[in-house]
């Protein structure tokens, strides 16, 4: 919502072009606007960055074999 309120919209030009010139973004939790025309914020960072997966590392604390 911070990026509506300084700039009218959800995901700024300014940061696109921040995480592409960083090869960097720290992603928490994002709202879209309910009713106000605007894509998902995820969804359209996802595209942008061509994210298709989302890997995470696991581990088990019960080892195989048992």
């Known amino acids: 919502m911070a ?5 009218g919209d959800p995901l700024p030009q300014a940061t696109l072009e921040s995480i592409h010139r960083t090869k960097l973004a720290l992603k928490g939790p994002l709202t879209t606007p309910v009713g106000g025309g605007f894509r998902s914020v995820s969804v359209h ?15 088990t604390l019960i ?3 048992l």
């Open 3 to 7: 990026g509506i309120e300084a700039t």
């Open 63 to 65: 080892p195989f074999g």
């Open 45 to 59: 960072l996802r595209e942008e960055i061509q994210l298709y997966a989302n890997l995470r590392p696991a581990h």
